[in-house]
């Protein structure tokens, strides 16, 4: 009876409308009716021996010097192992096939990927406590909403600005982890219209419960006029609007921006969007080549430094490259050489 007060409730995660989710759905029915076979099997042999060999039954068989069936070993040992098998196959088949980084090779059971259908790239940052999209192709982004047109592969890049996070759209795809200074990625593909739930599922701090944002499912029509609403009624995503943005905030109201200043994704992910410090691509360059030593000269200067007894010292440092004419820290190759270093 208990079980019929669930017969309302959204079941979206085992009926969600994204050829992803679909599969993995079919993993979880597949996987537990395998398992099945041989938890109602003990489960009922339990019931039955406990019934059967009661002390009260004097009907019963009573060997006690019974230990060992060669057969009864075969049954209890071989089923599972063929099982596990069973189970190890299907792990293996599908970690491969629903890989998030990988490419769609189809958009439904019976709808084969087209060769020249391209992608949407979505790019997404976690925030505290928000999540915000970026549309490179279109040039536009949102807070807390989020699109897709139905039947097109989606190609979505993550990463957060400052604790690990989890993007979280049941009826497209499965759980993918945002962290910052990381790019993950999910390929995936809504095949119904419709307006979804989003969420972040890994605890994040107070305004966790209101990470949550609205997923639209849209015809070709639809989400090029969605790209146009927010093109008209949306301002500019700069780096020094988005340096606010990223402040903890809880339940963001959706926000448009008609624009997003180029580099900025990469310098999210660099962790270098204001400009007064080294990216972490540089820094990793630089210990690629070896630390500071010739290799990454170019990225150190000669710094006043006072010791702990108070004595004045040059010693080198390693400085952002960051300059007047290059205030994005381009690679020192694209910026002036005689350009002091910040």
Not at 289 to 311: C, E, I, L, N, Q
Request: charged content about 20%.
């Amino acid at each position: 009876m208990a079980g019929l007060l669930l017969a309302g409730c959204n079941a979206v995660v085992m009926k969600p409308h994204g050829d992803i989710a679909q599969q993995q759905a079919q993993l979880i029915v597949t996987s537990t009716l395998l398992m099945m076979l041989i938890i109602v099997p003990v489960i009922a042999l339990t019931l039955f021996f406990a019934y059967r060999y009661r002390q009260s039954n004097t009907e019963a068989t009573y060997t006690p010097d019974w230990d060992h069936s060669t057969r009864l070993e075969l049954i209890i040992w071989g089923a599972p192992l063929l099982i596990i098998i069973a189970l190890g196959a299907i792990t293996w088949i599908s970690t491969h096939k629903l890989d998030p980084f990988r490419p769609l090779d189809r958009i439904a059971a019976d709808k084969p990927l087209a060769a020249d259908v391209k992608p949407l790239e979505v790019y997404v940052v976690s925030m505290d406590w928000k999540w915000l999209f970026i549309y490179p192709e279109q040039g536009v982004a949102t807070v807390n909403e989020l699109a897709a047109p139905v039947d097109r592969p989606i190609h979505f890049r993550f990463t957060s600005t400052s604790v690990m996070n989890t993007f979280y759209v049941p009826a497209l795809a499965g759980m993918i982890y945002t962290m910052p200074g990381m790019e993950t990625q999910l390929h995936a593909v809504i095949n119904k219209a419709g307006v979804y739930d989003g969420l972040s599922a890994n605890y994040s701090g107070a305004g966790f419960s209101g990470m949550r944002f609205k997923f639209h499912g849209l015809s070709d029509e639809e989400f090029a006029r969605w790209v146009d609403g927010n093109k008209t009624g949306g301002s500019a995503l700069t780096r020094a609007d988005y340096l606010q943005l990223e402040q903890p905030s809880a339940k963001e109201p959706v926000r448009r921006f008609a624009s997003v200043e180029p580099g900025l994704w990469s310098a999210i992910v660099d962790r270098c969007v204001d400009g007064k410090k080294m990216c972490a691509s540089q820094m990793m360059a630089i210990d690629a080549a070896g630390g500071a030593g010739k290799g990454g000269v170019a990225s150190t200067m000669r710094s006043p430094w006072r010791d702990a007894d108070g004595v004045q010292r040059e010693r080198t440092v390693v400085a952002g490259l960051c300059t007047p004419t290059n205030p994005l820290g381009l690679p020192i190759e694209t910026a002036s050489a005689a350009t002091p270093k910040n």
